[in-house]
């Protein structure tokens, strides 16, 4: 059984960072992709960025790239999304996922095993 734990989210002014972790338990959950989704309010959810399970491919939305940093270190199960330069519109509860594949994907129906949720919220 995976088990995927987020955490790190908070509220933060406009032009601030966070850093999300995801804590993944379970067997061979290093060799799986892994992606941050995120849902705001009276939306559907988005893909944000994803992993391969080596981290050799890594993709991310247009409206995060420069600012987003995904990576993983298998050897602690933990996969991060470092946030820079937020935007309000950034706001929203972001989701770890994972998937038995070894390619990450832009479609939340690919993964499989997925995390309760931080909110994060950018104020103006």
């Known amino acids: 059984q995976v088990q995927l734990v987020e955490s790190g989210g908070g509220l933060v002014q406009s032009g601030g960072s966070l850093r999300l972790s995801c804590a993944a338990s379970?067997?061979?959950?290093?060799?799986?992709?892994m992606g941050w989704f995120r849902q705001a309010p009276g939306k559907e959810r988005e893909f944000v960025a994803g992993t391969s399970w080596r981290g050799g491919i890594t993709n991310y939305a247009d409206s995060v790239k420069g600012r987003f940093t995904l990576s993983r270190d298998n050897a602690k199960n933990t996969v991060y999304l470092q946030m820079n330069s937020l935007k309000p519109e950034d706001t929203a509860v972001y989701y770890c996922?994972?998937?038995?594949?070894?390619?990450?994907?832009?479609?939340?129906?690919?993964?499989?095993?997925w995390g309760q949720g931080t909110q994060v919220t950018v104020s103006s």
């Open positions: 996922a994972a998937r038995t594949f070894f390619n990450p994907t832009g479609h939340a129906s690919d993964y499989f095993y």
């Open positions: 379970g067997p061979t959950v290093s060799t799986y992709a």
